[in-house]
């Protein structure tokens, strides 16, 4: 099977990712879940509202990547393209349009299983905060992590991001989790389908690449599971639970 290359500069040529030596995993308490292209059937959150306004980042994420701009630059362009007779919109505006956004299949199931054999499970995602909060409230997930945008005080956006996930750096994300929970590395699950992923992989017990299409994402996995249902991540899951 012939895997996708990168459209983009490869954002790991601007840091290095040494993979951490867990202990031996012989039972999984919690399990992380990127949200875009996981847990939902879109490639992005960011993506899904630039295709509603026709208009692309494309520019900015290029210069992301070669750490010309930071997270929330990147966050303040995103928004700045987001607009409505050339003027700002309001933040019912982006619910509205994520609105249409599908549940991963499988993804209830899943859960439920989880939940049912008492290990935890959060959202890192860099995604928006507005659609994560929602998906995990469908899915009864216990824990989120995403950016949020700030608004003024007629509630429209004004180009302000809080940054909760950065998304070159995940690993952060899980390393604070950790603490926060008092559950060990080597006992968490990440779950990713993108190279943005891969540092969340690197501290993590156990890494499932779900249905990635990007090799280098697929290497750097524990495990490989094909195909849009995230109920084939189970038996992955199973024989540490």
């Not at 290990?119 to 992590?145: P, R």
């Not at 926060?180 to 540092?199: E, Q, R, T, Y």
Request: charged share 30%; net charge negative.
């Amino acid at each position: 099977m012939n895997q996708k290359k990168c459209r983009f500069y490869c954002y790991r040529n601007t840091r290095d990712l040494t993979r951490i030596d867990n202990d031996k995993l012989d039972k999984i308490k919690l399990v992380v879940f990127d949200m875009d292209g996981v847990l939902v059937d879109a490639v992005s959150s960011w993506k899904y509202i630039h295709d509603y306004f026709n208009t692309s980042n494309e520019k900015s994420v290029d210069d992301y990547l070669h750490g010309k701009i930071d997270d929330l630059e990147f966050i303040r362009r995103d928004v700045e393209l987001w607009k409505i007779n050339g003027k700002p919109i309001k933040m019912d505006i982006l619910e509205e349009i994520l609105s249409d956004v599908p549940l991963m299949k499988g993804a209830e199931d899943c859960i439920v299983f989880l939940k049912k054999n008492g290990v935890k499970t959060a959202i890192v995602s860099a995604g928006l905060d507005i659609l994560a909060k929602y998906v995990a409230d469908e899915l009864d997930i216990d824990y989120v992590y995403a950016n949020g945008l700030k608004t003024d005080e007629q509630g429209y956006l004004n180009g302000e991001g809080i940054l909760g996930v950065k998304l070159m750096y995940k690993d952060q994300t899980v390393k604070s989790i950790s603490e926060k929970l008092n559950i060990p590395l080597g006992c968490i699950a990440a779950v990713g389908n993108s190279c943005f992923d891969i540092p969340m992989f690197t501290v993590s017990g156990l890494s499932i690449a779900f249905n990635s299409e990007d090799g280098c994402t697929r290497e750097a996995a524990n495990y490989v599971v094909e195909g849009k249902d995230l109920g084939n991540i189970l038996p992955c899951l199973k024989g540490y639970i």
